[in-house]
């Protein structure tokens, strides 16, 4: 089957945001070790605790990390390509659909600018109903839902370009005003595909290259969305700044440090294998379900984690890869693999009945689900992945409202 022009571009730029997530996250990893070799402390969560280097540890948990980064690229590569769903979700009135995404892309807009909620600003009033409306939807995720059901139509319409460049300002917008710059990786392809318009792939991969010089100024624009309108000036903005921002953007990258805490300095391991600090129910319905099975409510093992690091009472969160379960306890730890495993597996099961119907939906699938292994899953973000499951239920459950399970091979020879 010859593919379109439109729908060669689309994969080129799936393919592509595959390979640039993996490479940066790669070289990142490496280069925060090697900072760290040669500085001689731990960084990243640890800094600021001058917490000396165990050079034999860096280099074996660094290994263990850009393993477990090339596992999830494996595994969301595998997980694309099988195909044994028999059905994808075909909406009956497409024109109703989208008119529902706009109103649910303005609701989310008010919700994080008049209502407070989505966002990681400090000492912001949240209103209720905005807040729940997050908790229930997971909207920055169902948003990134939304936004590739249309581009994976956008070829019969050229309305529905105006409509995806609508959705597009409204989502980039938010994450900005949210702090949640991480949420630009989701649209990734999307963003790559509109460069694609303009300039030619070899100009395209040289833009991304040279796009890792703006991380520092993303992060930028996070911290001033933390420190608040009163807490930041750009007059504050120096060349210091920056190259302290960059070595920041460069460690975020990498677990290795908590890594290497949580295996040899953790005080009281024990306590984090109670039932209220279990990985297998979070988000929340999952911790309906666990208050339901331990009648005690989840805690954050994350953001103890951060607590006791840094010894203080900050509600920031520290990342708690799901390899270190093994060093709480061997077989919790085989069971958070294997849990880790099983949930991916769902992702990439609803991401195939909503984008698996064609090649550039495969594609597509397999960069959003590297996304959710290694970022998610790989690093111990159980919230963000059962957050995932919810908006990819609830959005299947709004097309199906509005549309049909259609047959693979119907929905193929239709295409």
Not at 55 to 62: A, E, I, P
Not at 84 to 102: E, G
Request: some cysteine; overall charge neutral.
């Amino acid at each position: 089957m010859t593919l379109s022009r439109s729908a060669s571009k689309q994969i080129f730029s799936a393919k592509l945001s595959l390979s640039y997530l993996y490479w940066v996250t790669f070289i990142m990893i490496f280069l925060s070790s090697l900072f760290y070799y040669f500085s001689g402390y731990l960084g990243g969560d640890l800094t600021g605790i001058e917490y000396e280097v165990d050079n034999f540890k860096l280099m074996f948990f660094t290994a263990v990390y850009l393993l477990g980064l090339y596992g999830s690229l494996l595994f969301s590569k595998m997980l694309s390509d099988l195909s044994f769903n028999k059905y994808v979700l075909v909406p009956k009135s497409r024109s109703l659909l989208y008119l529902f995404f706009v109103i649910f892309f303005l609701i989310t807009f008010f919700s994080v600018v008049a209502g407070g909620a989505g966002t990681i600003h400090r000492g912001a009033e949240v209103n209720r109903y905005a807040d729940l409306f997050f908790a229930l939807f997971n909207p920055y995720f169902f948003m990134v839902l939304a936004i590739y059901f249309v581009c994976l139509d956008i070829s019969r319409s050229v309305s529905l370009r105006f409509l995806l460049f609508f959705l597009m300002v409204v989502y980039i917008f938010l994450v900005f005003i949210s702090g949640f710059t991480g949420f630009l990786i989701p649209v990734l392809p999307i963003l790559i595909s509109t460069l694609h318009i303009f300039f030619s792939k070899r100009k395209v991969i040289f833009l991304l290259v040279m796009s890792v010089l703006l991380f520092p100024f993303i992060r930028l624009v996070k911290l001033m969305v933390i420190s608040g309108v009163d807490g930041f000036s750009m007059l504050d903005i120096d060349v210091e700044l920056v190259k302290g921002l960059m070595v920041v953007v460069v460690e975020r990258f990498s677990a290795v440090p908590n890594m290497i805490f949580i295996s040899e300095s953790l005080p009281d391991k024990n306590v984090f294998i109670q039932t209220n600090y279990l990985p297998f129910f979070q988000g929340y319905m999952g911790s309906l379900f666990h208050k339901a099975l331990f009648s005690e409510p989840v805690s954050l093992i994350t953001l103890s984690l951060h607590q006791i690091i840094q010894n203080t009472d900050s509600d920031s969160n520290s990342t708690f890869p799901i390899v270190s379960y093994f060093s709480l306890d061997f077989v919790l730890g085989f069971f958070a693999f294997l849990y880790a495993f099983f949930l991916v597996f769902i992702v990439s099961r609803l991401l195939n009945a909503v984008f698996g119907g064609d090649n550039v939906g495969k594609e597509l699938m397999s960069f959003l689900l590297f996304f959710v292994a290694f970022y998610a899953a790989f690093n111990g973000w159980w919230w963000n992945i059962w957050g995932i499951i919810q908006a990819l239920l609830i959005f299947s459950f709004i097309v199906l409202l509005n549309g049909k399970l259609c047959n693979r091979s119907m929905f193929d020879q239709a295409s």
